[in-house]
């Protein structure tokens, strides 16, 4: 296959909407509506090239029932080997959670919508369908009682301890970036395997049906109290860019990505992408390698995509060549 333009930059309108080129196996579609036949299956679950020492790491923490944290820079897979696991360990869906300085505990146990109620009640009190006119029957009827699980979220925390015969993996994303007094809060929560809803632990129900971060899928909860049978399986990442306190770090199995040589990359763009005929990927390899030692911080999935693009006789004009290299392969910095 040949790079070919589909933006010109011209403005010229086409007779006929192009049709772009199957994307790259890793940013093809997972759901059913955007699927496209020609795209080989890609998960990070069957490419993941793991290191032996994040394998020990792994089983480590599964024996000891700790979260692993796992350290790095940006692109390092950090984020992706919890796919794997959770493959491995046929234990479903990954529960992801993913940091930013907004990010509470409280939000990832659960959210409590009392506006949402309140309104919910105030519309069934004047009569008129809270949904859709096919739902108004059911909703009269069931006006009578109080719903208050419609208006719980467990968040993915929260899911995660739901009880349940096989442990779920959390995967919880860029820790680094949460308020200072996050880490310790977690601890709290991890230790003890279990949390308590209020909210449903004053209700006059014992039991209350709520909302999971499973699509579709509810919990009864009773007493208000969440606890789980198994302790997630969980998986803490970091970029560095803070340090964490002790009585955190003594709870986790840690382990830092070790840096990446010509082998592990070679085997990781050959575990994501069929070989062509004319390969340059030893040679985008090899210069990515350069550039990590000269202590430059890339990523794998920029590496990926270069290789995805340039690799072949696909860009035969040898400056466009460099030029887009330069493009895909720009520095990020501090990440
Ligand atoms: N060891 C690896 N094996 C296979 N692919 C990898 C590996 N490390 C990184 N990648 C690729 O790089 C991309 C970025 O990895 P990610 O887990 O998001 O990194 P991080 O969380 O450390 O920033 C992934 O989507 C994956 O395609
Ligand atoms: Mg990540």
Redesign the pocket.
Known sequence: MNWTPYYTGTGSVPEQPQQLPPPPP?RAPTGKTGATDAVPSSS?AS?????PGLVDAVNAALHLRRPLL?T??????????IEQIATELGLGSVLRWHITSRSTLADALYRYDALGRIHAYNLRAIGRPVASRGRVARRSTRSARDDIGDFVQLGPLGTALVPGRLPRALLI?EIDKSDLDLPSDLLDVLERGRFEIPELARHSKRHVTVRTADPGVRHEVEDGLVECEQFPVIVL?S?GERDFPAPFLRRCVRFD?PALTVS?LT??VE??LEKVEEDTTDALVNAFVDRLNRGENL???QL?SAVHLLRGSRVQDEEQRTRLQELLLQGLGRG
């Open positions: 890793w990070p490419t993941y090239q793991a290191d796992l790095g820079p940006a692109g390092s897979g950090k984020s992706s080997v994303d990442t970029n990505m592990t085997s990781i575990a994501h990523a794998v999935d990926l």
